[in-house]
Every structure is written in structure tokens, then in C-alpha cells.
């Protein structure tokens, strides 16, 4: 199944304790023009980055480094080609209209360029049709203005100019806060002193299709593993976990057994079967000793952490064909 399928699942069918806003239902191939689907519960807090595959006519929006959107786009018609590249927020406007094309309405608008290119709401036929603009979806827009702030980064990728995994992204964000692309993940480490991500909100994706654990801070990777997955253990869809307050009194944490254990809670995001507690995930999902206590150092109340079978980012050379017609 194609990768834009696989998030398409992963963020479609939620069953979440924070209600998703009107989101398209859409079937697991494709999103018809002007679907969308926004769950903004997976990462509650930190950077938000956009990326717009143009190849794809997508828009993929990712807070602290986890993907939370997807929708639908028309980008610039044949003439008026949105340029590639990166872009930050310069002015965020709810009730703009243009001031090059007859005062036509841009609602949510958030401008990238001072000559014309902005995304926005608007019609969304099925191919590239604007004046160089990205509209969205208008109730995607407008969750979008909502959570973004004037600064914040947007990648705009073809495949003639971008790597593959920026124009063809995955769960886990390809391009960092300030849109440089992301190191390859596949690495064990952990920095939790690195300066560009001293402070700030804490994600965790468990990848049981990578093998692999990513922790996220501020919408900066700070740490990778390799993860130990237990002969017949799986999962069939997405869990969501997240830290409560206060400890479980007596108990030793599962991460480091010097310390005491957090509250969690567990939410089924997509699954076709019983969802397993955290004393279920933690005997049968493991990491090495020293990477697990770095990640319970971080753990505060809050935090959440997504154990999904999907794969967390896209294999560089993996070529992707394109999902609709870009051209009519």
C-alpha cells in the first residue's frame, strides 16, 4: 500500500479522547478534492511544520515532528507554478481577499511571499488551478491558521528540486522546525543537551514496522533506537499513550526501576483488535537500558506517545508514482 495511504488510515478512523473536528472520511487509497483529515490530539503541543508535496497535491502538517493533517491542494496552474522551496509564515489574514485577482476571497490566508503566494482556503478541483497560491480545504485552512503562528515554516517540494521523502513525506516529519531536512533516523542515539532543543514538549513514535523508537523534543529528533520487539507480539493499527499525573505508588517504572512509575493512559487510534496495556507493551517491547532511562528523564505530564505498525519515514530511494494527474 502506497505511503500517503498508510497515513491516510493512520489519521482517518480515530477514536481519540480529544474529539477530531469534522474530518472527510476518505478510503484508504486516496483523498477525494477538498478531503481532509486533522487530529491535532496525536501531538497536542510544540512546532508546527507544513510541507506541500506538489507532485502529490498534498498538504502534510506536523506538530512537534508527528504528522497531525493531511489534505487535499490545488496548487499554481501551468503559468502560475508555485515555486518550490522553503517559506516562512510573514502575515496570517482570516478574511483576506486578493489584491492582484479581482477581489476574490482568500479566507484563512497565510502569506508566504509578498508577491502572491499564500495558502488559503478555496476551490479545490482535482488538479492545479490557482494563480500560484496553495488552497486548501476551507475547514482545513482554518484549523491550520489556527494552530500556526507568523514564522513557523512551510516546504513547498517538487521532485525535480526536493529529496524524495520531503516531496513524499511520512509519519514522521522529513524536515525539521526551521525546514532543513532531517538526518537519517536510523541511528542510535540520544542528545537531550542539544541546544536547539534544550526545552519544550516531548513526542515519542514507536515504529513496530521500523523497529525503531524516534524521540522528539520541540520538534527536534533527539534520540533513535533500535527496539526489541517480542517473537508473535504485534499490533494492528495505532495507540496513543499518554503520561498522567502523579505515580503509581510502590511500583518501579518499566523504563528505569529506580524510579518511580507514571500514571498512563492508553487510546486506541486504528485498530482491528484488543488494545494491550502498557504492562503488555512493556514486556514485550524493549530498549536498551541506558536509551530508556534518557526517555524517562523527559517523561512529564503530558507526553504523549504514539505505538503504531506503520512505518515511521520513508526509504530515501523509493521512488512514488504520482497520485493524481497534476496537470488537466
Given at each position: 500500500?502506497?505511503?500517503?495511504?498508510?497515513?491516510?488510515?493512520?489519521?482517518?478512523?480515530?477514536?481519540?479522547?480529544?474529539?477530531?473536528?469534522?474530518?472527510?472520511?476518505?478510503?484508504?487509497?486516496?483523498?477525494?478534492?477538498?478531503?481532509?483529515?486533522?487530529?491535532?490530539?496525536?501531538?497536542?503541543?510544540?512546532?508546527?511544520?507544513?510541507?506541500?508535496?506538489?507532485?502529490?497535491?498534498?498538504?502534510?502538517?506536523?506538530?512537534?515532528?508527528?504528522?497531525?493533517?493531511?489534505?487535499?491542494?490545488?496548487?499554481?496552474?501551468?503559468?502560475?507554478?508555485?515555486?518550490?522551496?522553503?517559506?516562512?509564515?510573514?502575515?496570517?489574514?482570516?478574511?483576506?481577499?486578493?489584491?492582484?485577482?479581482?477581489?476574490?476571497?482568500?479566507?484563512?490566508?497565510?502569506?508566504?511571499?509578498?508577491?502572491?503566494?499564500?495558502?488559503?482556503?478555496?476551490?479545490?478541483?482535482?488538479?492545479?488551478?490557482?494563480?500560484?497560491?496553495?488552497?486548501?480545504?476551507?475547514?482545513?485552512?482554518?484549523?491550520?491558521?489556527?494552530?500556526?503562528?507568523?514564522?513557523?515554516?512551510?516546504?513547498?517540494?517538487?521532485?525535480?528540486?526536493?529529496?524524495?521523502?520531503?516531496?513524499?513525506?511520512?509519519?514522521?516529519?522529513?524536515?525539521?522546525?526551521?525546514?532543513?531536512?532531517?538526518?537519517?533516523?536510523?541511528?542510535?542515539?540520544?542528545?537531550?543537551?542539544?541546544?536547539?532543543?534544550?526545552?519544550?514538549?516531548?513526542?515519542?513514535?514507536?515504529?513496530?514496522?521500523?523497529?525503531?523508537?524516534?524521540?522528539?523534543r520541540n520538534g527536534v529528533r533527539i534520540?533513535?533506537?533500535?527496539?526489541?520487539?517480542?517473537?508473535?507480539?504485534?499490533?494492528?493499527?495505532?495507540?496513543?499513550?499518554?503520561?498522567?499525573?502523579?505515580?503509581?505508588?510502590?511500583?518501579?517504572?518499566?523504563?528505569?526501576?529506580?524510579?518511580?512509575?507514571?500514571?498512563?493512559?492508553?487510546?486506541?487510534?486504528?485498530?482491528?483488535?484488543?488494545?494491550?496495556?502498557?504492562?503488555?507493551?512493556?514486556?514485550?517491547?524493549?530498549?536498551?537500558?541506558?536509551?530508556?532511562?534518557?526517555?524517562?528523564?523527559?517523561?512529564?505530564?503530558?507526553?504523549?506517545?504514539?505505538?503504531?505498525?506503520?512505518?515511521?519515514?520513508?526509504?530515501?530511494?523509493?521512488?512514488?508514482?504520482?497520485?493524481?494527474?497534476?496537470?488537466?
Amino acid at each position: 500500500m502506497r505511503l500517503v495511504a498508510l497515513i491516510v488510515v493512520f489519521l482517518m478512523t480515530a477514536s481519540s479522547p480529544v474529539p477530531a473536528r469534522d474530518t472527510a472520511r476518505a478510503d484508504a487509497a486516496r483523498l477525494a478534492p477538498g478531503a481532509y483529515l486533522w487530529h491535532p490530539e496525536l501531538a497536542p503541543a510544540g512546532p508546527v511544520v507544513a510541507v506541500v508535496s506538489l507532485d502529490e497535491q498534498r498538504i502534510y502538517v506536523y506538530r512537534n515532528g508527528i504528522a497531525i493533517g493531511l489534505a487535499t491542494i490545488s496548487s499554481g496552474r501551468r503559468g502560475h507554478e508555485t515555486p518550490p522551496g522553503v517559506y516562512t509564515i510573514l502575515e496570517k489574514d482570516r478574511d483576506h481577499r486578493s489584491n492582484l485577482y479581482d477581489n476574490a476571497p482568500m479566507p484563512f490566508m497565510e502569506r508566504l511571499t509578498w508577491d502572491g503566494v499564500a495558502l488559503h482556503g478555496g476551490p479545490l478541483p482535482g488538479y492545479p488551478a490557482s494563480h500560484g497560491c496553495v488552497r486548501l480545504p476551507k475547514a482545513f485552512a482554518e484549523a491550520l491558521f489556527a494552530i500556526t503562528r507568523s514564522g513557523d515554516t512551510v516546504v513547498v517540494a517538487a521532485a525535480s528540486k526536493s529529496p524524495m521523502n520531503v516531496v513524499h513525506p511520512a509519519v514522521l516529519a522529513p524536515v525539521g522546525a526551521l525546514g532543513d531536512t532531517e538526518p537519517t533516523p536510523n541511528v542510535d542515539s540520544f542528545d537531550a543537551d542539544e541546544s536547539s532543543a534544550s526545552d519544550g514538549p516531548v513526542s515519542i513514535l514507536v515504529s513496530l514496522s521500523d523497529r525503531r523508537v524516534y524521540v522528539l523534543r520541540n520538534g527536534v529528533r533527539i534520540g533513535s533506537s533500535a527496539l526489541d520487539v517480542s517473537d508473535g507480539f504485534a499490533i494492528s493499527g495505532t495507540l496513543l499513550l499518554v503520561v498522567g499525573e502523579g505515580y503509581e505508588r510502590g511500583a518501579p517504572s518499566r523504563l528505569d526501576p529506580s524510579r518511580p512509575r507514571h500514571r498512563w493512559s492508553v487510546y486506541p487510534i486504528r485498530t482491528n483488535s484488543d488494545t494491550p496495556d502498557v504492562d503488555a507493551l512493556a514486556e514485550h517491547l524493549r530498549v536498551p537500558d541506558r536509551f530508556a532511562r534518557a526517555v524517562y528523564a523527559l517523561l512529564k505530564p503530558g507526553t504523549t506517545v504514539v505505538v503504531t505498525d506503520l512505518p515511521a519515514v520513508r526509504d530515501t530511494e523509493m521512488t512514488h508514482p504520482i497520485l493524481e494527474s497534476t496537470t488537466r
